[in-house]
């Protein structure tokens, strides 16, 4: 039997993430060599993977960065089986570096393809599938790109938010931070009225009728009061309207007017786990 030194171990170790007895059987059964021993862990991964194949991954780590000039931001979902592993520093930071591979990326694919640790993503994906024992995978990804783009990421790493700002100025990171904070706590479904679906505000408006006639409204009064509905449901849903978590006296819009009237939202993301 081939006998292996700590620092060998701990070389595998530096290099996968793996634990200390996972790399020491590891570069047993590969003789020491240190290069089928981490093929050997990405093949194990392989085989837990296609084990766990069924298996919901619908815990994990919701994680949002930006680039050093903030003018790109990813956010990704880097799931998990549970909440005990979504919870781990490992893992979370396992999460921080693919997304901050994802800055480079333009899609999932791409993303899976781009390199890390001498891996691709997707290799990576496998090797700590092997290592953890639970089916990981890339549940979301989404990425912006702004004048400036601020990001939040709720406590426990469960919701993660970017925030494209039309222009740069005096107090924007504030500014970035706090309407990422708004995404995340009031889960907008569109930026502004005009950007929300039109079936969606069909529904919206039948659902306001069908009510409107259980309460014993006429018919001739239905179409404008629904309207004034419309109106509450783009309040209520649509960020530029929705009253501004830190001050509900005001909406989103008028916060960032106060700060500078041309200033706006050109876009924004919201990845969250489950």
């Known amino acids: 039997m081939t006998k292996i030194s700590a620092a060998e171990v701990n070389s595998l170790r530096k290099s996968t993430g793996a634990g200390m007895m996972d790399c020491k059987n590891a570069l047993v059964e590969a003789n020491g060599d240190l ?28 994680i949002a960065i930006t680039n050093g000039e903030k003018t790109i931001g990813a956010a990704i979902v880097l799931a998990c089986e549970t909440d005990f ?28 393809k781009a390199s890390i640790e ?5 290799e990576k994906l496998l090797e700590q599938t092997g290592i953890i024992g639970e089916k990981i995978q890339i549940n979301k990804f989404v990425k912006i790109n702004a004048p400036y ?25 504030i500014i970035g931070k706090d309407i990422a904070m708004q995404v995340a706590a009031m889960d907008p479904i569109a930026l502004d009225e005009s950007s929300v679906e039109f079936d969606v ?18 018919e001739s009064m ?53």
Do not use: M, W
């Not at 050997?40 to 780590?61: M, N």
């Open 35 to 62: 290069d089928k021993a981490i093929e050997g862990l990405r093949k194990k991964g392989k085989k837990v993977a296609a084990k766990r194949a069924d298996r919901d991954s619908h815990e994990g780590a919701a």
């Open 222 to 274: 239905l179409d404008n009061i629904a309207k004034g509905k419309l109106k509450r449901f783009f309040k209520d849903n649509t960020l530029l309207n929705q009253a501004f978590i830190k001050d509900t006296k005001i909406s989103v819009s008028a916060y960032l007017s106060s700060f500078d009237t041309n200033l706006t939202v050109n876009s924004y993301e919201r990845v969250s786990i489950g």
């Open 201 to 218: 505000i069909e529904k919206e408006i039948e659902i306001a009728k069908d009510q409107l006639r259980a309460e014993g409204k006429p």
């Open 149 to 173: 783009v601020g990001s939040y990421i709720h406590a426990g790493n469960k919701i993660a938010t970017i925030v494209g700002l039309s222009k740069v100025g005096d107090n924007v990171e």
């Open 85 to 112: 592993v979504g919870k781990n520093t490992d893992f979370v930071a396992l999460g921080n570096k693919i997304a901050n591979v994802a800055l480079e990326c333009n899609s999932k694919e791409d993303l899976l």
């Open 118 to 122: 001498g891996l691709t993503v997707e």
